[in-house]
């Protein structure tokens, strides 16, 4: 499964929680979350807009970094 960063503007737990919340509703992800550098690392077979576009349904900033 590829593996793609993001960069979500989180500034406290509250924020990794939500972003936790829908990236759990997507469902077939595996991710991880850096608070402090704020980016999210998911392994994912799901096409990068699609990842992207659940995250912002946090309502935070989010925009995509690259493969990793």
Same mark, same amino acid.
């Given at each position: 499964?590829?593996? @793609? !960063? =993001? =960069?979500?503007?989180? +500034?406290? !737990?509250?924020? *990794?929680?939500? /972003? +936790?919340? /829908?990236?759990?509703? $997507?469902?077939?992800?595996? =991710? !991880?979350?850096?608070?402090?550098?704020?980016?999210? *690392?998911?392994? *994912?077979? @799901?096409?990068?807009?699609?990842?992207?576009? +659940? $995250?912002?349904? +946090?309502?935070?900033?989010? *925009?995509?970094?690259? !493969?990793?």
């Amino acid at each position: 499964m590829p593996k @793609h !960063e =993001f =960069f979500v503007d989180m +500034t406290c !737990e509250g924020c *990794s929680n939500a /972003v +936790t919340r /829908v990236l759990n509703k $997507l469902g077939g992800v595996q =991710f !991880e979350i850096d608070l402090p550098s704020k980016k999210v *690392s998911i392994e *994912s077979d @799901h096409s990068v807009d699609t990842l992207l576009d +659940t $995250l912002k349904k +946090t309502g935070k900033t989010a *925009s995509y970094i690259g !493969e990793k």
